[in-house]
């Protein structure tokens, strides 16, 4: 594979973060430079070296431009593999998150870990990117640039942000126009609907709940691609997600690469531990699996933190806090924590026994626990309808009215 980028034009590029730390690279959405990432560097540059790069003709960088989304990625392997660089993390925005993912399955052997933001398996249609490129060529960038804030950001960070707007503009207006109208076209034939089942590295699907240009449903189809992905929807937020919400995005990019990159180094060879001159001592009861604590962990990832008990998270000694506390341990730390089958699987079973047996409320906080572990809509729905057959109409009716308003809540209404 590596032959088939030894000619490729370079990528401009640059570094931030020690240079003895692991390689994270931050990839730009099209339009955008490398200084849409300016407000997480300072957070994850004390952990990672983090090389940032512009897209060609972007921000000042060479005018070479590039034929599809692979010949992109071939092109930034090419700068890792001068700067010996062999194992990175990878996040993308847009079109660098289409980089991302074609990195991913070209060579999955060097992306430890992969974060794709404002993404889409397909981004909206062929026929609307060649549209873009026709209308490029003929009138130049600037009516895209004016037009650029409105697909990028929420009405209420445009009437609060004008110096930021005036920013996104300015940055659009001034990409190379062939470049620009060649990106529009890498992104016309860009489609791995097929491929997600093959991307084997820990990925995290980043969301803005209003973006309309790669809507939640978009990631959630991300997330029931690829294998064991974990999606994060960010509340009021458009499509360039990193610049909209800065410090939201920053927060869940430390976090995941911060895991997934224990995961890989674990998943490493590793030399054989020394032969202990004395026997090794006993387990101490610290190490003992905290079931309760898992419980609470496990219970606000994917329910959330308040939900599935009678009392307020800051009253723990109230009525009922001990049966609370039994259902957390037995439940969420015993029983969703057990291996035999995955968390998808285990929301459909706890969809379909709170429908037949009516328990609504606790319904609509599964239904959102399901959204976030990467359910669809479609899938839901799906669930309480063969739900009716063997349970009954009335139930799955009402399970069906319950979830509808948590679906409408949590996707705007375009689920």
Known sequence: MDDLYDDAPPLQYRFDGPETAPVLVLGPALGATWHMWDRQLPQLSETWRVLRYELPGHGGAPAEPASSVDDLARRLLAVLDDEGIDTFGYAGCALGAAIGARLALLRPDRVAALALVSASARFNTADMWRQRGVVVRANGLERTAQAGPQRWFTEAFLATQPAITEWAVRMVATTDQACYVAACEALAAFDIRDALGSISVPTLVVAGADDTETPPADARLLVAGIPDARLAVVPATGHLAPVEEPAAVGDL??????????????????????????????????????????????????????????RAPEAPDAFGARFDDLATRYAWGEIWSRPGLDRRTRACVTLTALAVTGQLGELADHVRGALRIGLSPAEIEEVLVHTAVYCGLPAARAAIGAARTVVEQETGGHP
């Open 253 to 310: 990019l430390a976090t995941h690469f911060a895991t997934a990159w224990q995961d890989h180094t674990a998943a490493l060879p590793q030399p054989p531990p020394p032969v202990p001159p004395v026997p090794a001592p006993r387990m101490p009861a610290a190490a003992v699996p905290d079931r309760l604590a898992d419980g609470n962990r496990l219970r606000a990832e994917i329910i959330g933190a308040s939900a599935g008990t009678d």
